[in-house]
């Protein structure tokens, strides 16, 4: 689900009087990758699309309507049996993520949402991909791998070295950043059990800033908005019985 779908989905739910701020749950990832998956069936229109992913080692857990996260989108699903689930796609989702450049095989990481309990291993993630960027290399070093991603200019002001990002819903840490490229060190592991070994120069990518990033711009623009439009003044203060 994108940012602007989830945001619609609150204001709707608020405007209709649905929405109890005590039972709301939003889903959270954290961006350790649970599952492999390929993709069996991807089927695109000028409106959306529909997705299905084998995934015998996922698909008998879930449930109708549960969500999951594939390579870092969040999404329902509509429908299941015991080796695919599948998936409803949005207009704005396509435009958001990388979806529309997969085929048919292609590997997907999946990850099901933060349990109560569950250990948190990795870094908050909601499943709302902010954008793409590119693969610009993926080199190995002695035992590991040197992940190279460019990050396009919007979401480049989220991203600081030995910060946290999620690339295809994993959550990694920037080793280095310059050019507006973000390098990970990425250890064998992770290689092995991720879609990272597929991955080429010039694939696309589903990104997903620091939320906590995100929160901290907020509040200072906010700050900065109101110190500008009602500045302190003291006719305020003895109004109010100061």
Known sequence: MSHAAHAAHIALGRKIGYLDVRTFAINMFTGIIE???????????????????????LAPKLALSASVAVNGCCLTVVHRDEENFFADLSGETLGKTSFASLKTGALVNLEQPLTAGKEFGGHFVLGHVD?????????????????GVAVPPDLARYVVSKGS?????????VANWRNHVAEIAVIPYTYTYTNIRDRVP?????????????????????RDSATVSSPLRVEDL????F
């Open 131 to 147: 954008g793409t960027g590119h693969v610009v290399h993926l080199a190995s070093t002695g035992d590991s791998w040197l992940f």
């Open 238 to 241: 003895v109004r109010q019985g």
């Open 165 to 173: 990002i999620t690339i295809d819903g994993i959550s990694l840490t």
């Open 35 to 57: 599952h492999l998956g390929t993709i069996s069936r991807l089927e695109l229109n000028s409106g959306g699309g529909k997705l299905a992913v084998h995934a015998p080692s």
């Open 202 to 222: 010039g694939d696309p990518v589903n990104l997903e800033a620091d939320i906590l990033g995100k929160y901290i711009e907020r509040y200072f623009a906010q």
